[in-house]
């Protein structure tokens, strides 16, 4: 059967990218005016990016009112399509939308030794509610990395569903006045924060 032992050096040409996907998981993810909602049309989204980026290493940031990272850069596409298709809006203990730490917590991941490109994709509506995501991107830029931003959503907007453990809707979000809230995409935002990153907004 002339077993062998040991080992060989093979050298092979790299391709591809450091890339992190900062995935918006806010409430406003639920407005339903894409189909069939801002949350689901963003994993689509990302699922394609995914496909077109083989031989890359890919990170995943969740972020709402806090960032959290899902994965660190991994080339496993089963195990990271996976868990983008499983992360939900409410996953985040901390309410809210803060864009500025998606983008910091993603360079972080991209702060490693290397010389292939490095990029942060921001999937969001773009609505943020707390702190200035236009300082984050300094923490961009100092990783070596550009940002692009993918707008979920539309300027006219949509309420955002009220749903039980069913997934029926049993009302409408409602600000602390008791009126209800209108969750609209910022594109002017999500605009300048891919300017200012050296990057594209799609």
Aim: hydrophobic content about 40%; proline content about 4%; charged content about 30%.
């Amino acid at each position: 059967a002339r077993p062998q032992a040991g080992f060989r050096l093979v050298t092979t040409a790299s391709r591809g990218v450091d890339l992190v996907v900062a995935l918006d998981l806010s409430r406003s993810m639920d407005a339903r005016d894409v189909r069939p909602d801002r949350l689901r049309a963003a994993r689509r989204e990302v699922a394609s990016l995914f496909q077109a980026l083989e031989g890359s290493a890919l990170g995943v940031v969740g972020f709402a009112g806090e960032a959290r990272v899902l994965s660190p850069l991994s080339t496993d596409m089963e195990g990271l399509q996976s868990l983008v298709e499983t992360a939900g809006a409410g996953d985040l203990d901390l309410g809210g939308s803060d864009l500025g730490a998606a983008v910091r917590v993603a360079a972080r991941l991209l702060r490693r030794p290397g010389e292939r490109p490095r990029a942060i994709v921001l999937v969001s509506d773009g609505e943020n509610l707390t702190g200035d995501p236009r300082a984050a991107i300094a923490a961009a830029r100092q990783a070596g990395a550009r940002v692009f931003t993918l707008g979920v959503g539309t300027p006219e907007g949509a309420t955002i569903p009220v749903v039980d453990s069913t997934g029926t809707v049993i009302g409408r979000k409602r600000d602390p006045e008791g009126r209800v809230v209108r969750s609209r995409l910022d594109e002017a935002l999500l605009r300048d924060l891919a300017r200012r990153g050296g990057g594209r907004h799609e």
